[in-house]
């Protein structure tokens, strides 16, 4: 029988999905599953950019632009991009199938096989997979729970810096921890990125979800490193489309947006019915976004609150995003969030959460934290977090 290639074999499974079919079981059994494992919130989608799909008048579904409806384009860097203070042409920005693939490009564009990519860890699992498939190295700045994983010193970066460096990747604010790198933090590592001429990879698609007083500050501007940052951003998190698959890679750099565009005339166009909404979506009112954010404090207020009362559990409070990463009493993090899926029932519920081990790079890191995503309205968090307490105080690998 013919084989597929060891690439393949070795691709990473995905940590946040690859226990799904545990979950689908589950259900099929009659079973209630609290999903806290995926960035998928049960917020409505903004009206205005359902209606434009509704009220399209397409009568042909054709490819657009490869870089993406000029609409599109024009209206994210008029109506968006200017109103947040990131000045940019449409020029710069190249519509992707959501973020992911814009990473992705990043990824490929930065660097050749064999370079190497420096992230903070815990980081965004994908990350990791990209660097795989295109044959980078990850190499990860620890940071730790028990500090709140806030950003190091830019030293503990310098110190993973050899000839084959040639980007680092954040994300700002970060899943899967919340992290939000403070404007210091931003120019910090703008300068690291200026001294040793690497590019600086920002991907910001939870930029209004940020808790603090202090604004978002994007990576775009920073000072005199224009031509080293690249911009990655989606409407999936933003106005609540995921199921759209749209983002976007900006840069001032003319070198990298030329390459971006040969990799978009490669995959040949994003989806035209994501574009639509996404194009709908530049009208939301602030409105919206100020009751979303409000909604996301709430329920990240009640399941940290939750999660700290529960014993040997603990999580920093996330500063953005919607997501935590927390330390629980078990022996192994995936065999418990198995176990709850295949095994524990209460009430005939249990709780979906994300095993972080596959977060980290460092060898035993991680091995007992999960992310949980506080997507859900509170009264099924409270639902979920009763689900996930008994769960913990059954679990037969506890570890108090």
Request: charged share 25%; glycine share 6%.
């Amino acid at each position: 029988m013919a084989k597929i290639s060891n690439k393949s074999q070795q691709m990473p499974a995905s940590a946040i999905r690859k226990l799904v079919p545990f979950a689908d079981a589950a259900k099929a059994d009659g079973v209630k599953v609290y999903h806290l494992n995926v960035g998928q919130p049960d917020i409505k989608s903004p009206e205005c950019a359902l209606e434009a799909v509704r009220k399209n008048t397409l009568d042909h579904v054709s490819y657009s632009n490869s870089a993406g409806l000029i609409e599109l384009r024009r209206g994210l860097v008029d109506k968006y991009y200017k109103k947040i203070g990131i000045d940019i042409d449409v020029k710069e920005l190249i519509v992707t199938v959501a973020g992911s693939e814009g990473v992705n490009l990043a990824l490929q564009i930065t660097c050749d096989e064999g370079d190497e990519v420096l992230v903070l860890e815990p980081f965004y699992t994908n990350y990791n997979t990209f660097a795989f498939m295109n044959g980078i190295t990850m190499k990860a700045v620890h940071t730790d729970i028990r500090e709140g994983f806030k950003v190091p010193d830019v030293s503990e970066f310098e110190k993973l810096i050899t000839p084959r460096t040639k980007a680092i990747l954040i994300s700002n604010p970060g899943n899967p921890t919340g992290t939000l790198y403070s404007k210091e933090n931003m120019l910090a590592l703008g300068e690291v990125a200026r001294k040793h001429d690497l590019f600086l990879i920002s991907d910001e698609v939870y930029r209004e979800f940020c808790y603090t007083d202090e604004p978002h500050f994007s990576a775009m501007n920073i000072p005199g490193l224009e031509n080293n940052v690249i911009l990655i951003d989606s409407v999936s998190k933003r106005y609540n489309l995921c199921g759209c698959r749209i983002g976007c890679i900006i840069s001032h750099n003319e070198e990298v947006m030329k390459a971006a565009m040969k990799y978009a005339q490669a995959r040949l166009c994003p989806p035209i019915y994501g574009q639509l909404a996404a194009l709908g979506a530049l009208d939301t009112p602030d409105s919206y976004f100020e009751e979303v954010k409000k909604e996301y404090i709430r329920r990240r207020d009640y399941m940290i609150g939750r999660m700290l009362k529960m014993p040997g559990v603990y999580s920093p409070l996330p500063m953005g995003a919607f997501y935590t990463v927390a330390e629980i009493p078990v022996d192994n993090a995936e065999n418990f969030a198995k176990w709850m899926l295949t095994e524990f029932r209460y009430e005939g519920q249990t709780t979906m959460v994300t095993p972080a081990a596959s977060f980290y790079k460092t060898p035993g890191a991680g091995i007992n934290h999960v992310r949980a995503a506080y997507v859900l309205e509170v009264p099924e968090l409270e639902k979920a977090m009763d689900v996930l307490e008994e769960g913990l105080r059954q679990y037969p690998g506890r570890t108090i």
